[in-house]
């Protein structure tokens, strides 16, 4: 868990996909272009890191990163190979309840 504020990670973000437009050599103007993305919801964006999520997965396909994207969303699989690893772990399971006032 990272302890880093929401607008913090919003500019990250965006400061990560400046660079990818970067080391492409395109403008602002060939991003909004190729992803269709408004110019201005693209500046705002570098600017200040706010977007909509279609808007943001327009200009990942365009400068990629949408499979690390995917990849970084995937649920951990659970370390279960057979049904007896499950009741092994049920059994060390301590249920915690809270006391009542």
């Given at each position: 868990?990272?302890?880093?504020?929401?607008?913090?990670?919003?500019?990250?973000?965006?400061?990560?996909?400046?660079?990818?437009?970067?080391?492409?050599?395109?403008?602002?103007?060939?991003?909004?272009?190729?992803?269709?993305?408004?110019?201005?919801?693209?500046?705002?964006?570098?600017?200040?890191?706010?977007?909509?999520?279609?808007?943001?997965?327009?200009?990942?396909?365009?400068?990629?990163?949408?499979?690390?994207?995917?990849?970084?969303?995937?649920?951990?699989?659970?370390?279960?190979?057979?049904?007896?690893?499950?009741?092994k772990q049920d059994d060390n399971l301590i249920k915690k309840r809270g006391r009542?006032?």
């Amino acid at each position: 868990m990272l302890l880093i504020s929401l607008s913090k990670t919003q500019k990250l973000i965006a400061d990560y996909v400046r660079d990818r437009r970067l080391l492409m050599e395109l403008t602002q103007e060939g991003l909004a272009e190729r992803s269709g993305v408004a110019l201005s919801t693209l500046r705002k964006f570098e600017q200040k890191g706010l977007i909509s999520l279609d808007s943001f997965l327009k200009i990942l396909m365009v400068v990629g990163g949408m499979e690390q994207l995917l990849d970084a969303l995937k649920p951990d699989k659970p370390a279960f190979n057979s049904i007896d690893d499950v009741l092994k772990q049920d059994d060390n399971l301590i249920k915690k309840r809270g006391r009542r006032k």
